[in-house]
C-alpha cells in the first residue's frame, strides 16, 4: 500500500499524463484505477511493436496486446518497482508471444514493416543501414528471418528498441553476461548475412 502522504505529493495539480510511471503506478495501488489508462496509451505502440515484431500478423497485434495490458491490470497491484514499469511490461509481452508462439507452432521471424523507411539500424562497427531501399529493407529482413531467435531478440532489444543490457536481461529472463554473448553472436550472424550490401 502507497503512503499516503506521497499519494499527496504525487497527486498535485500535475496532469495524469505529465506524471511519472512510478506516480500513475501509486495512485492505481491506492485505488485510482482509472489513471491506467495513461499508462496503457503511454506504451501501447511499443507493446503492439514489439509483438508485430515476433509475429508479422497485424491481425494478431490486437488481441494479444490486449491481453498483455489485461494481465498488466491484474498484476499492477503487485508491482514491486524493483525495474521499471516498462521493462516490466516488455517482459510479460514476450512471455504472451512465447506462450502463442508455443501454442500455435507458428515460424517466429522478425519485420520491419512496422518501422518508418528511415528507420536506421547500426550494425557494431560495420556502418548504418538506412531503410530508403526496398531491395535493401528484404535483404535485412531475410536476413533477420535466419538468425534464432535467442539471438535474434537481443538484435532487437538492443539496436532497435535501445533497452539498456540490464532492461534486456530482465525482459529475456537471463544474465547481462548472457544477453551481451547472444548479442555479439547475433550481430556476427547478422554482420555475414548482410556483408553482401555493405562492402
Not at 531467435?149 to 548472457?178: H, W
Request: hydrophobic letters at 40%; a neutral charge; glycine letters at 2%.
Amino acid at each position: 500500500m502507497a503512503n499516503p502522504a506521497v499519494i499527496n505529493i504525487i497527486s498535485g495539480n500535475t496532469p495524469h499524463e505529465q506524471k511519472s510511471d512510478d506516480s500513475l503506478i501509486m495512485l492505481f495501488q491506492s485505488g485510482e484505477k482509472e489513471v491506467f489508462r495513461y499508462l496503457v496509451e503511454r506504451y501501447q505502440e511499443k507493446i503492439r511493436n514489439v509483438i508485430f515484431s515476433i509475429f508479422n500478423d497485424p491481425d494478431l497485434v490486437d488481441d494479444i496486446a490486449q491481453e498483455v495490458f489485461i494481465k498488466v491490470f491484474q498484476a499492477l497491484p503487485n508491482f514491486r518497482f524493483e525495474s521499471s514499469f516498462y521493462t516490466w511490461v516488455y517482459r510479460i509481452a514476450i512471455n504472451k508471444c512465447r506462450d502463442e508462439l508455443r501454442k500455435k507452432k507458428i515460424k517466429r521471424f522478425f519485420s520491419f514493416q512496422s518501422f518508418e523507411s528511415t528507420t536506421n539500424i547500426k550494425i557494431e562497427n560495420l556502418a548504418t543501414v538506412t531503410f530508403d531501399d526496398e531491395n535493401i529493407r528484404s535483404v535485412i529482413e531475410d536476413s533477420l528471418k535466419k538468425i534464432p531467435e535467442k539471438f535474434r531478440m537481443p538484435i532487437i532489444l538492443k539496436d532497435i528498441d535501445g533497452m539498456s543490457y540490464d532492461e534486456i536481461a530482465a525482459v529475456l529472463d537471463c544474465e547481462v553476461g548472457t544477453v551481451k554473448s547472444r548479442l555479439s553472436r547475433g550481430r556476427t550472424m547478422l554482420r555475414e548475412l548482410l556483408m553482401p550490401i555493405l562492402v
